[in-house]
């Protein structure tokens, strides 16, 4: 016998380096992959993480200071560099924390009191004369320094004596409102407009009210700064008053004590200490001698307005002196035990608590930025720098219902932005949510059936030229940009399911039904009849059917809509309490589903058409129908592709953004109505994104969102091929 000279042991050292080189090429990839995916984990940390940290607090180096009288007002510049103390006589005193040098001036001669209005404006009273004094740091850019700017904003004058605290004013829009009670106990409310030296014109408006109690049972008189509400605060009463065209009107008059209201924890045996406005005018801080603070603000119930009891904050200690901050819905709160705690109002957050030397200080100010603390204490100067950028998020205001101010009840909203200062920003992650999966679930119902059941036909009953024909045309609608899908929604399908909207509710039962009465008609047909059209070819039939169909409800839906809508199908809708918006859920589910039908169908249909041969001739050897063998055989050693297609069809329909960006009204809204619209994940981004503030609240919570996005997909996706890999186990052995 002749002898080989190949050996299979022989070395094949190219084939080698091939087969490594390959080797470490695809390990290299996948661990990129995964390096990848981790990788955008850690950067989206990075982000999110601040927003849920805690406010770093840090004392300053003190500095003496000498003050022989009661501060009204303290305050100190952007770099933290000079603090300004002002007391009830008006004196001025600037304190550099770098060099502790000292001045001292008067705001004005013969000045009766000072009061801090905001922490931007003072009240100087003098005799009969309310003046406003703006508070602001000007950047001087020889000296490199703030420099401290006293401007007035207006003044109005009584022919009385303004004394006892009872006064307060506010300067919003140019236009001054100041409040006096007189000795007789009558409300006086001036307002004048400014010019734009902020210097009073000759047009005043003069409002008086009789309260009819004596003016030394008031303790407090607040106004706020735009002059349509007046709060007077007399023990455990408060009276409201508003302001209309001509005249000022008491709307209600409140018992603060909380003991006639259902539902909330009850103020036993305690008496209201403090009354303060929170920042925006909207509600309202009342403090009380049992160790709470509670926010009230207006509340409509049965079209009547109301001052509700909304929120309580419990502290460990009775509170000496509440102090709310500037643009921000947030307060300090000085107890008796010499602890001084931060509280953000909306969230409940408590963003820190710290000791402090006394409990009665010489004064306490915040920052206009809301970014440091001046105490003065025992003859020391000491500011507390604050950094806590993000007090408004919580998981509580993430996903909890929030009570936000003038709302009737708590509510999941999600409204960013603003044109007014005093917003209340709302970061409820609910809403958006919701309408991701409100928007892929009726895509889903759209796309499944008939995805799945055109994969189910092309791979099974559909002729082989057909299929080379149908499968690749279907498969390259994947390529069309779903911007132009979105446009077409937007621009053509969604008016027309507006002036079509019978027709179009009409064929979403017709076109099933039609359809199966085609199929038992054909069914019924005798064989040697149906026989002579060729198999496979049967869609040529059910297409025109389906076409004519549709041509004919679209043609009688005026008919319909007189018939069964009484001629006004928004308006029957309406009646009924069924909102309907033109961009709705129903033009986003067909819209989305159509770009979806062509990832679930292809999937599926491969899955389908590689079940081995054998297996269904196996079937049909054995005497078994076409249809059983395609539901016993060909589905279950399908359904792991099957359901990958499905999974898949859902991650890409979470997902999209385009569609539901330019298909939808982007309403972020709670409800189920196929007629009304809603916001994703998705179209949150891609709105918001471009307009947010890098490093802001906003813009770190929108990079949340993109997590929550992300992380849904990668679950859904992981959850599939878990699913497929048990499938494929279980029908293995067929």
Do not use: C
Not at 441 to 469: C, D, E, H, Q
Not at 594 to 616: G, N, Q, R, Y
């Amino acid at each position: 016998m002749a002898t080989a000279n190949f050996s299979l042991q022989t070395k094949d050292y190219k084939r080698l380096v091939k087969d490594r080189l390959v080797r470490w090429i695809v390990s290299f990839g996948g661990v990129s992959v995964l390096a990848s995916l981790i990788g955008i984990f850690i950067y989206f940390a990075l982000v999110i993480f601040p927003l849920f940290e805690n406010a770093e607090v840090k004392w300053q180096p003190s500095v003496p200071v000498t003050v022989a009288q009661p501060v009204a007002y303290s305050t100190y510049d952007p770099r933290s560099r000079i603090a300004v103390l002002i007391t009830d006589a008006g004196e001025v005193i600037q304190k550099s924390l770098v060099t502790q040098a000292e001045q001292r001036f008067y705001i004005a001669d013969n000045v009766d009191k000072v009061q801090k209005l905001d922490s931007h404006q003072l009240l100087v009273v003098q005799g009969g004369q309310l003046s406003v004094v703006k508070v602001d740091f000007v950047w001087q850019q020889d000296t490199e320094q703030y420099q401290l700017r006293l401007e007035p904003q207006g003044s109005v004058s009584w022919a009385f004596d303004v004394q006892d605290d009872k006064f307060s004013a506010a300067v919003s829009n140019r236009v001054l409102s100041a409040t006096v009670i007189d000795h007789e106990g009558r409300l006086h409310l001036k307002q004048i407009n400014l010019d734009e030296d902020n210097q009073p014109s000759s047009k005043v408006t003069d409002y008086r009210f009789n309260l009819e109690l004596p003016s030394d049972e008031v303790s407090q008189l607040l106004v706020t700064p735009d002059g349509k509400q007046i709060f007077v605060a007399t023990n455990n009463q408060l009276y409201v008053l508003v302001k209309s065209e001509r005249s000022l009107f008491l709307r209600e008059i409140v018992d603060l004590s909380l003991k006639e209201v259902v539902g909330l924890k009850q103020v036993s045996d305690a008496n209201v200490l403090e009354v303060n406005l929170l920042s925006g005018a909207h509600s309202l801080l009342v403090t009380y001698d049992n160790q709470q603070v509670w926010q009230w603000f207006d509340t409509v119930t049965n079209q009547q307005r109301r001052l509700t009891p909304i929120r309580p904050f419990n502290f460990e200690s009775p509170v000496r002196q509440v102090l709310p901050a500037d643009m921000s819905k947030s307060f300090f709160a000085l107890l008796e035990n010499q602890r001084l705690e931060y509280v953000y109002t909306t969230s409940e957050k408590r963003i820190f608590s710290e000791d402090i030397n006394t409990a009665q200080p010489a004064a306490l100010g915040v920052s206009s930025g809301n970014n440091a603390l001046v105490v003065v204490e025992n003859g020391q100067l000491n500011v507390l720098d604050i950094d806590n950028p993000h007090p408004e998020i919580s998981l509580s205001s993430l996903w909890e219902k929030v009570w936000y101010e003038s709302y009737p009840e708590p509510d999941f909203v999600w409204q960013t932005a603003s044109a007014s200062d005093d917003f209340e920003a709302k970061y409820s992650l609910v809403p958006i949510t919701f309408g991701t999966i409100k928007a892929a679930l009726f895509a889903m119902l759209f796309a499944v059936p008939v995805a799945v059941f055109g994969a189910i036909y092309t791979a099974y009953f559909m002729s082989a030229n057909m299929r080379k024909v149908v499968k690749p045309t279907i498969e390259l609608m994947e390529a069309l940009p779903t911007v132009i899908i979105g446009f077409l929604a937007g621009i053509w399908f969604a008016p027309l399911v507006e002036s079509h909207l019978p027709a179009i509710v009409a064929l979403l039962v017709a076109l099933p039904v039609v359809s199966l009465a085609v199929g038992v008609v054909w069914y019924v047909i005798p064989d040697r009849y149906s026989a002579k059209f060729p198999s496979g070819f049967h869609p040529f039939i059910l297409i025109p059917v389906i076409v004519l169909t549709m041509a004919v409800a679209i043609s009688f839906s005026p008919e319909m809509e007189a018939l069964f809508f009484a001629g006004d199908a928004r308006a029957f809708l309406a009646e009924r309490g069924i909102d309907f918006d033109q961009r709705n859920a129903l033009v986003v589910g067909f819209a989305m589903g159509f770009a979806v039908i062509p990832t679930i169908f292809t999937i599926a249909e491969d899955a389908i058409f590689s079940v081995p041969k054998h297996l269904s001739d196996g079937s049909l050897a054995l005497g078994a129908t076409q249809w059983q063998t395609l539901t016993h055989v060909v589905l279950l050693t399908a359904s792991p592709g099957i359901f990958s297609a499905v999974m898949m069809g859902l991650g890409r329909a979470v997902g999209e953004t385009m569609i539901v960006l330019m298909a939808t009204g982007n309403t972020p809204i709670l409800d189920w109505n196929v007629f009304e619209g809603m916001r994703t994940l998705s179209a949150t981004m891609a709105v918001e994104l471009p307009e947010s503030e890098v490093n802001s609240t906003h813009y770190r919570l929108l990079f949340l969102v993109a997590l929550i996005l992300f992380s849904f997909t990668f679950v859904v996706n992981s959850l599939a091929e878990w699913v497929r890999q048990r499938l494929r186990e279980k029908y293995s052995a067929l």
